[in-house]
Nanobody, 117 residues
């Protein structure tokens, strides 16, 4: 069964780096059919695409976040990760990982990350 699960700290201090991991089951992150995304939703706002990683490890980033975002993977664990540096309270959001296949067809349940001192 296809599942994605986000994990990581729920509280990050300003100026630090936010780190999250998405554990995937039911599909391989090295399968060329799929794209693996990170998306976030700040409180009261819409969804924001942050970036993605594909089967060969190539990465793609939102231009607005590119300077602070890094997406990586551990293929042996079927996991991909997000790092967002120099966070501010404006980075407070629910962070989601999702699979891309004819759109984003499977999503994790999301994890709230609060940036606060």
């Amino acid at each position: 069964q296809m599942q994605l699960q986000e994990s990581g700290p729920g509280l990050v201090k300003p100026s630090q780096t936010l780190s999250l991991t998405c554990t995937v089951s039911g599909a391989s992150i090295t399968n060329s059919y799929y794209v693996w995304h990170w998306i976030r939703q700040p409180p009261g706002k819409g969804l924001e695409w942050m970036g993605a990683i594909v089967y060969d490890g190539s990465t793609y980033y939102s231009p607005s976040l590119k300077s602070r975002t890094y997406i990586s993977r551990v293929t042996s664990k079927n996991q991909f990760s997000l790092q967002l540096s120099s966070v501010t309270p404006e980075d407070t959001a629910v962070y989601y990982c999702a699979r891309g296949y004819n759109g984003m067809d499977y999503w994790g349940i999301g994890t709230l990350v609060t940036v606060s001192s």
